[in-house]
């Protein structure tokens, strides 16, 4: 059996320096605020462990676990796998996403949270995917816009393998 080719698509310096901006950005969008980061797992912690690194304002971490996709291709169903340990009225919000792609998941959160009194939210995600949306949302920072192809490493998965990869990289099957 031969094992997938895999190739690199945005390698680990370029993600970094990119980080270094969004983090610039947010700190300075948010300035001493206190910001609740709220990581969707599992693909986006690789990226909120640097992203958290690089804001100089005040933040908590919460996790949310979110499940949609099967395989390569996404089932169209949003899961709730993991929940907030803590409420979060009142709070600043900035939502962790690794990648916005049909958009289903991002929809489905946002509406979930916005029920809970927040006082703001706003997404961040590593990646868009813009061709393959299927709801309209959007996120208001994004890492890396890219084509419509199924990437992994960096937090990202196939079949729960590579998201331990430094760089972000596309399997050639
Ligand atoms: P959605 O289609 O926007 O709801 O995305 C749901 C989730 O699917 C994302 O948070 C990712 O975890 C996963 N996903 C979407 N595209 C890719 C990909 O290219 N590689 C790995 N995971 C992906």
């Known amino acids: 059996m031969s094992s997938p080719q895999i190739e ?6 370029e993600i970094q320096k990119r ?32 992203l958290v ?3 100089s304002s ?8 979110a ?8 089932s169209g169903q949003v899961q709730i796998t993991k929940d907030l340990d803590k409420p979060i009225s009142d709070e600043d919000i900035l939502l962790v996403e690794d990648i916005i792609d049909t958009g289903l998941t991002l929809n489905y959160l946002l509406h979930v949270l916005s029920q809970r009194s927040p006082r703001s939210i706003r997404t961040v995600a590593f990646l868009d995917k813009p061709s393959r949306r299927r709801i309209e ?5 994004i890492g890396f816009t890219i084509e419509d192809k199924f990437v992994i490493g960096y937090g990202l998965d196939f079949e729960q393998k590579y998201r331990n990869l430094k760089d972000l990289c596309i399997l050639v099957p």
Request: aromatic content about 10%; hydrophobic content about 40%; charged content about 25%.
């Open 8 to 13: 690199v698509l945005i390698p680990q310096e």
């Open 53 to 55: 690194r690089a804001i």
């Open 19 to 50: 980080i270094t901006e969004l983090g610039a950005q947010i700190s300075a969008d948010y300035g001493d605020r206190p910001l609740v980061l709220i990581g969707v797992l599992k693909g986006s912690f690789m990226f909120l462990a640097d």
């Open 67 to 74: 499940k949609s996709y099967e395989g390569t291709s996404t």
């Open 137 to 141: 949302v959007k996120g208001d920072y």
């Open 58 to 65: 005040p933040v908590r971490i919460e996790f949310i676990g």
